[in-house]
């Protein structure tokens, strides 16, 4: 799948297209097709950060929290969703 991330704080020009591998999810956890996204003031702010360069508490970021899709697979104990369910 395509995936915009960052991996070190700064302007614009530090967001990068990458590929990543369609995993299973684990226990609790859901896959969902995005279908509709946003960027809000809190995925920029974030990927501005207080400094250029700042250090990250992950490797690389996929900014966009706000989103809507379908669930495309469930992990072991999820309950009240599941596959074809819309979020």
Known sequence: ???????????????????????EPGAGEVRVRIVVSGVNPTDWKSRRGAAPG??????????????????EAVGEGV?????????
Not at 4 to 23: A, E, K, M, N
Not at 54 to 71: K, N, R, S, W
């Open 79 to 87: 309950q009240h969703v599941g596959v074809g369910d819309r979020m």
């Open 1 to 23: 799948m395509k995936s915009i991330v960052y991996s070190q704080t700064g302007d614009p020009s530090v967001l990068q297209l990458v590929d990543r591998p369609v995993t």
């Open 54 to 71: 700042e250090a990250l508490a992950f490797d690389d970021v996929v900014p966009g929290q706000d989103g809507a899709g379908i669930v």
